[in-house]
């Protein structure tokens, strides 16, 4: 079945530096574009950055761009997410997703998102 396991995950100082990583399994990756979507408590799951089923495009939200980064690994297929100057607002469980795609496009919101995993927790006190 599919999985998508997330690491990387920490407790770090605003300003740090931390890098998220999806592994997927179970799926043809390449046929997948990407997402990293966040969850604060008590908020909605928002939008964090997407990336193509190739790599050649991606997308972030306001609130990181500049910051993150956000890149693909197509034959070991993984997702990363490098996350510099980190803020305290950063503060959230993190998830990859994964969304079956017949072009370059991809979603800047969860629901077409066919699969998900199980997240990953980051802190950045101030």
């Known amino acids: 079945q599919v999985q998508l396991v997330e690491s990387g995950g920490g407790l770090v100082q605003a300003g740090d530096s931390l890098r998220l990583s999806c592994a997927a399994s179970g799926l043809t990756f390449s046929s997948y574009a990407m997402g990293w979507f966040r969850q604060a408590p008590g908020k909605e799951r928002e939008f964090v950055s997407a990336i193509s089923r190739s790599g050649g495009s991606t997308n972030y939200a306001e609130s990181v761009k500049g910051r993150f980064t956000i890149s693909r690994d197509n034959v070991k297929n993984t997702v990363s997410l490098q996350m510099n100057s980190l803020k305290p607002e950063d503060t959230a469980v993190y998830y990859c997703?994964?969304?079956?795609?017949?072009?370059?496009?991809?979603?800047?919101?969860?629901?077409?998102?066919?699969?998900w995993g199980q997240g990953t927790q980051v802190t950045v006190s101030s």
């Open positions: 997703a994964a969304d079956r795609r017949t072009s370059e496009n991809y979603y800047t919101f969860p629901g077409p998102y066919d699969y």
